[in-house]
Each structure stands twice: as C-alpha cells, then as structure tokens.
C-alpha cells in the first residue's frame, strides 16, 4: 500500500538566468560595459492530468455530479487541502455495514474479474467494506474487508464477478458497521479480464459439479437445473421442499461410490438455502444396515463451503456419499462436491 500522491498541489520551480547588455561608445574613447540583471521566465499553469477513473465517473469527486449515491455521499474539500474534493462520511452510530453505503451503479458483466481502487482514511483504525455486486434483488456481490488508519492508503481489490452481473450492478463501500470518519478519493474500476476455468476435480466422485446433468447422482433430490445458481456461476443441484417429510432420508441426494473399511475420507461441497436450516451429509453403506458417518449441516441464505472429516468404520463397493434434507422444509442447492481418501 502507498500513501496518497495523486491531485495533490506542485510548485513550479523557477530559474531565473542572466543576459549580458553590452554597451558600445561612439569614437576613439569608446569602452565596453557589461552589466548582469536577472530575468525571471513568464510563469505558465501547471497542467494536472485528469484523474482516470475507469469504468466509473466521477471517480476523483471533482466534478460535483449525481454519479455516486447513498447516505454517505458527501463530496467536500479534503482537510489541509481545500483544491481537493473528496468524500467524507462519519458514522456516529454502529449498525448494519450496508446502512451507511456509498455506490456508484456500473454495468458488471459475469464471468469477468474486476480491479477496484481507491484510497481512503479514518480518524482511527477501523474498517468498512468495499466491493461490487448487483443493485437489486438478491444483491449478489464480493466485498473485501478494508482495514483503514488516520492515514490515507491506497487499496487495491480483485473483484471477480463469478455468480453476478448486469446493467443494474453497482460498486459500493459499506461502512455502517463501526463509528468514525472514512474520507474516500480517486476511486476507480477497471476491467482485468476474463475469470480462468479451472476444471473441477471430485476426486472419487462423478460430475460433482453438476455442469454434466444428473449423471451418477440419484434420489427424489436429485435435480439439476439449467439456470445458474451454481457458486461458480454454473449448474447446481437444487431441491425444494415445501413441507417437510417424515425423516430427514426421505428427500435426498446419493452418489454411489466404494468406501474402504478403516480409511479417512474428505467430503467437501457448497451449499445453501433460502432460509436457515439443516440437512445432513456423510458417506456410508448402501446396502444392509446403511452404517454411515455423518454431520448435521448449518445452511444459511449463503454459500458456504463444508469441509467434513470421516473415517469409515464401515466399508464396500456397494457404499455412498449422501445429502439427507427431509427432516425441514426449504430450499437446498448443493454445488461442487469432492470426496478424497485422505488415509492414503
């Protein structure tokens, strides 16, 4: 990170430099007399280039417009240095992040990562967040933790817009969550490229991903969509229950796969819900008394990724991995499942 340079006011440095003025008398008892003055050159306006601002407007707050929006906007000259505008904000009481917000709508196209600059101070350390993300409904988006000091800093964050975007997208700093000042300047947005496809790796798994359909997966849950709800912008298994079922098998999720008796195995996937709510998941038997090893999963209206340690104590070619999600109504989408033999 390195302290604020930009807009800042320059001096021109002058020169000044000498002409000699000769004088010639007229007949024999003519002399030469030289005699220096100094000569300042005319002085010209120092030229500041325009402030760059990217995919945005405004970037710099000098031109007093109605691109940004929000509580927090509130463009004024920066303290110590009124020939700079800047955007300041002073929390006076904590709450929710998004209640004091500074935005800027912008056009986000999915699948492409983004490049947000800017930089910003506080009267202290704290910390807001800063990010892009779509301006309506669900209000998808990718935030980073921004820690600010008395001093001004510029921040730099790599934004990929994987599972978002549209006209109606937008940048936005959240800063609502902590009391105190947060002054913003030269915030600008770039377009850094296309997101690499990494292909994905299930281990023992098939089309844990989805992106195939159905395939190997089986089960009254079992239902692959064609929209993108997947957390990386891909297909996702999505299940819908309206009313809860006796037990929680009733409704599930099943991927037939060998399980050897006395190994360790890793089930990693992503997953959501509509709501909060549980499911379980685990590997086990499918056949006689279905002995398995399973956690009880807390969902959220997020995506998060769910890491799970097993060791089988059971074991055949006839085993599986599984998604039990009957026991509450809701939705489940389950995106990106692994399942590797750790003991070896």
Do not use: H
Request: aromatic share 10%; with cysteine.
């Amino acid at each position: 990170m390195s302290l604020k340079t930009s807009k800042r006011s320059f001096n021109l440095l002058l020169i000044p430099f000498f002409a000699s003025l000769v004088a010639c008398g007229g007949g024999g008892g003519g002399g030469t007399i030289v005699e220096d003055e100094p000569v300042t050159p005319p002085m010209q306006d120092p030229m500041t280039p325009a402030f760059d601002s990217g995919l945005l407007t405004d970037g710099d707050f000098e031109s007093a417009s109605d691109a940004w929006s929000g509580i927090a906007s509130n463009p004024q000259p920066e303290e110590g240095n009124p020939t700079n505008t800047v955007n300041f904000a002073d929390v006076a009481t904590a709450g929710n992040a998004f209640d004091v917000n500074l935005s800027q709508m912008v056009e986000i196209t999915q699948g492409r990562n983004y490049t947000l600059s800017f930089d910003a101070k506080s009267n202290g350390n704290r910390t807001m967040l800063a990010g892009i993300g779509l301006n309506e409904e669900p209000f998808t988006n990718f935030t980073e933790t921004i820690n600010l000091t008395a001093d001004f800093q510029t921040f730099t964050v790599t934004a990929p817009a994987a599972n978002f975007g549209g006209l109606n997208s937008r940048i936005f700093f959240d800063m609502g969550a902590e009391t105190g000042q947060v002054i913003i300047d030269n915030v600008r947005l770039v377009d850094a490229g296309e997101i690499p496809v990494t292909a994905f790796d299930g281990g023992l798994l098939s089309d844990g991903d989805f992106e195939n359909g159905v395939g190997a997966w089986f089960g009254i849950a079992a239902n692959v969509t064609e929209e993108l709800l997947g957390v990386d912008a891909s297909r996702a298994n999505f299940a819908n229950l309206e009313t809860a079922a006796a037990n929680p098998f009733d409704v599930n999720l099943v991927q037939s796969v060998a399980i050897n008796e006395g190994d360790t195995y890793t089930l990693t996937f992503t997953a959501r819900s509509d709501r909060n709510r549980t499911m379980i998941a685990g590997i086990g038997l499918n056949e006689g008394d279905f002995s398995n090893a399973s956690e009880e999963i807390n969902l959220t209206t997020e995506f998060q990724t769910f890491v799970l340690e097993q060791a089988a104590t059971f074991g055949s070619d006839n085993s599986r991995v599984f998604f039990d999600m009957g026991a509450e109504a809701g939705v489940i989408i389950i995106d990106n499942v692994s399942l590797f033999n750790t003991s070896q």
